[in-house]
């Protein structure tokens, strides 16, 4: 890679010499109190010069050897390769899919399968499935893809750390320290989004230093071009992975006080704060949401067709995937009539259908309640017969649509009798199984003309049009039984056995809830023309009339973007499972637990997703003595004794914001999480941290010991010797990053310096 010369009244400064940095090199504006923290140059134009970089070429080589190190094995599926394996043969198939993280790092997956020509067949459907060697080179490349981004941090944050104002011998030793992390070696030899998202992260980072340093030169050329970088990688970080988007939080506050401080400043003018401020809303905030729209557009452009996760989507939704939902219902009629045949959709709840069955209610419940001893009412998540409803008038018998048809409008009260049972749906003040807050809904046994008011359905359409008509598809509806004024609701909870472990359903006097809401997916109309009429005479008379020009419509992007989005908020919440591995925050800061990624069937050969201890050891010790520091400093500055010059405190609270805000702010949130979390949820906030040991370093050679050259010399010494450590360290445990050695189970027992590292041994071994 090339590095940047930067020539500037006739001095070349360049970032990787070893020599002590002047003021000038430390880059640093700011006013005493820390009013505004900005990056200097001098007002002379710099011009820029490519040079080789040879430690930007050593690291990548360093971090290549160690991350292509058996790339290709093991030759079988590896942990959440099972997903994005498996989501990126759905793209090469243009299957529909559905998954709680946002598309892009799945579309780079999808892009390099496409250029290796992969063709899908191979479907990643089990953690230890063996990869058929016709399909290994093809598991290579997108391995590979990973491992390339991987690659590229180190000389990064390599970067970041120069950019802060290091030296070169602690740029290095991050770099170091980046190559040699197990962890990170790990998630960047399999199909997984971390190492795209760490180096998005890592890239935003930098190139928002290297943007505050063209603080003096605005709207050129440079500026431009780290602004809109620094957008494109904050919004690629944060379409990887929904954590990324805390980091865009991070550097979008810091961004913000910026202009705030900007404000402030009496030598800028209005004008200029104006575009300012558009330029920074463009970048940052404009381009990056066109960004994350158009990258669900490319995925449902190429995922056209039915697949395997249709039934999460809503039925309008469904119906636009060719081969699925759409070919049921592409010639049905589009109203609903008196007589018509239906199935009702639970549409923001669960995944389920109005469902019942000749089984009854128990008589009691363990609780001690009595029931209706009726027919059960449940919903279902499968399509089954039982989920057929005919539409009845409240005023007659009949069962089969009249000619011409009654269409049911909004607030019209219908009866909804069951297609296999033919008992009629009813609710009563009877409580609901599970929810006793709730009605018991049941299918009424001994229907007779007098409990007529008992079976009755008020239709309450919630996206009703001009027409007021209820359409098969489109329309979103409430069933607000008369007697009660309580509409019909999926409680969410599984009934016991002797409801088959079918989802709940009960009338709630809280109507305006989500739970509540409906819509008919596959309609039938039996349609009894009158004697001596033709179907062809039928179908012109039904074309004159005008509620027949409620057709389907076709679904919008901006409605399906909408639908996705919801779906994967809801889902990420609903992620809650007991696993073997699974961890809590507190654990991560010393690595307490780490993850099993995979284990060979015959023998003790295994992947392990586990940290270099000494790093993650290191790394949270450099953050309480950073932030003690900072403490230290700021007591001491607010009893006016100055131990850092301006330009060296401006650039410790530079490193402060961005590194140890960036560690606490993607850390803190998983705290209040309920879902299922593991080590790998830690990646973010160790890079941070990781990045603050060689600064951290460099503050304590530079400042700390700077007047005591034999300490800085013995200092040097010690950073050498933990970087020699943490080598011995890393391949002390690459058994468990490579998964290539097979250990007896004592001497895997060896290795276990926390009871808690679950390591894996065959029986015997």
């Known amino acids: 890679m090339a590095a940047t010369n930067i020539v500037n009244g006739g001095e070349i400064l360049n970032p990787t010499s070893s020599k002590k940095m002047d003021d000038t090199q430390k880059n640093i504006q700011c006013k005493v109190d820390g009013d505004i923290h900005m990056m200097k140059r001098k007002e002379t134009k710099p011009v820029y010069t490519p040079e080789i970089d040879i430690t930007w070429l050593v690291l990548m080589g360093l971090a290549g050897a160690l991350r292509l190190h058996n790339l290709a094995k093991p030759t079988s599926v590896v942990f959440d390769e099972v997903h994005f394996g498996r989501y990126t043969s759905y793209f090469m198939q243009n299957k529909f899919f559905f998954d709680v993280h946002p598309p892009f790092g799945k579309l780079l997956y999808a892009l390099a399968g496409y250029i290796a020509g992969f063709d899908g067949t191979f479907e990643f459907n089990e953690i230890g499935q063996e990869i058929p060697l016709d399909q290994m080179q093809y598991v290579y490349y997108l391995r590979l893809l990973p491992t390339a981004f991987s690659i590229l941090l180190v000389p990064v944050v390599y970067e970041i750390i120069l950019e802060v104002g ?38 935003s980072v930098c190139l928002y230093i290297k943007f505050l340093k063209e603080y003096r030169r605005p709207f ?206 009813s609710s009563h003040d009877v409580a609901a199984p599970l929810n006793p ?25 919630i996206n009703a049009d001009a027409t007021n008509l209820w359409k098969a598809i489109d329309s979103q509806v409430r069933l607000i039984h008369v007697n009660q004024s309580a509409a019909i609701k999926v409680s969410g909870e599984i009934l016991p056995e002797w409801g088959f472990n079918q989802f709940e359903i009960g009338t709630d006097r809280m109507i305006n809830t989500q739970e509540s809401i409906f819509n008919v997916e596959e309609h039938n109309q039996n349609i009894t023309l009158p004697e001596g009429m033709t179907e062809d005479a039928a179908k012109n008379i039904l074309a004159t009339q005008e509620n027949t020009a409620a057709v389907l419509t076709e679904m919008p992007f901006f409605d399906k973007f909408w639908e996705i989005q919801m779906r994967m908020l809801k889902a990420n919440v609903e992620i ?38 000494f790093i ?13 520091l900072f403490i230290f400093y700021l007591l001491r500055r607010r009893r006016l004794v100055y131990d850092l010059s ?120």
């Not at 381009?287 to 056209?304: D, E």
């Not at 469904?318 to 699925?324: D, I, V």
């Not at 050498?720 to 290539?740: D, E, L, M, R």
Request: net charge neutral.
């Open 166 to 203: 290091c030296s070169y011998w602690c740029a290095v030793f991050g770099g170091l320290l980046v190559c040699f992390e197990n962890v990170l070696v790990v998630q960047s030899k399999f199909i997984l989004l971390d190492s795209m998202m760490l180096f998005f992260i890592a890239a």
């Open 220 to 425: 050129e050329t440079s500026w431009w071009l780290y602004l809109l970088s620094l957008g494109f990688c904050l919004a690629s970080a944060a379409s990887t992975k929904y954590n990324g988007f805390l980091t865009f939080l991070l550097i979008g506050g810091i961004a913000t006080y910026e202009l705030w401080v900007l404000i402030g400043d009496r030598a800028t003018t209005a004008i200029s704060l104006t575009y300012h401020f558009l330029a920074r809303v463009l970048c940052l905030v404009v381009l990056p949401i066109i960004f994350y729209i158009l990258q669900f557009y490319i995925m449902l452009q190429i995922l056209y067709k039915s697949g395997p996760h249709d039934n999460i989507m809503s039925s309008a939704f469904q119906r636009t995937l060719e081969g699925g939902l759409e070919t049921i219902t592409k010639n049905q009629a589009g109203v609903i009539a008196y007589g018509s045949q239906i199935t009702l959709r639970s549409t923001h709840s669960k995944q389920c259908w109005l469902h019942s069955h000749a089984e009854l209610y128990p008589i009691k419940y363990p609780d001690g309640r009595g029931s209706s001893a009726q027919q059960q009412v449940t919903c279902y998540s499968f399509k089954d017969i039982n989920n057929w409803w005919i539409v009845k008038h409240p005023e007659n018998d009949d069962l089969f649509t009249s000619f011409p048809p009654k269409y049911v409008k909004n607030g019209d009260v219908i009866h909804l009798v069951h297609g296999t049972t033919g008992r009629g749906l």
């Open 437 to 461: 807050q709730l009605m018991e809904v049941s299918g009424y046994i001994d229907h007779n003309v007098s409990m007529d008011a008992q079976l009755g359905w008020r239709i309450e359409i």
């Open 576 to 613: 809650i499972q007991d696993h073997a591995f699974a961890s809590r925050p507190t654990d991560w800061p010393i690595m307490k637990r780490g993850v099993a990624y995979w284990m060979d069937a015959t023998s003790n050969k295994q992947i392990f997703c586990m940290g270099n201890p």
């Open 616 to 628: 993650w050891w290191c790394a949270s010790i450099s953050l309480f003595i950073y932030i003690g």
């Open 646 to 765: 301006p330009d060296e405190w401006n650039g410790y609270m530079i490193v402060c914001y961005l590194m140890v805000g960036g560690y606490f702010i993607n850390f803190l949130p998983f705290f209040p999480m309920e879902r299922t979390l593991f080590t790998h949820h830690y990646l973010t906030s160790l890079l941070f941290k990781l990045i603050l040991i060689p600064i951290l370093a460099d503050h304590m050679h530079q400042v700390v010991f700077g007047e005591f050259p034999i300490l800085q010399t013995v200092f040097k010494l010690s950073c050498a010797v933990y970087t020699i450590a943490v080598i011995w360290c890393y391949n002390y445990f690459s058994v468990f990053t490579y998964g290539v050695n097979a250990l007896s189970a004592a001497e895997i027992e060896q290795k276990k310096w926390f009871s808690t590292w679950d390591f894996l041994a065959h029986p015997g071994t």
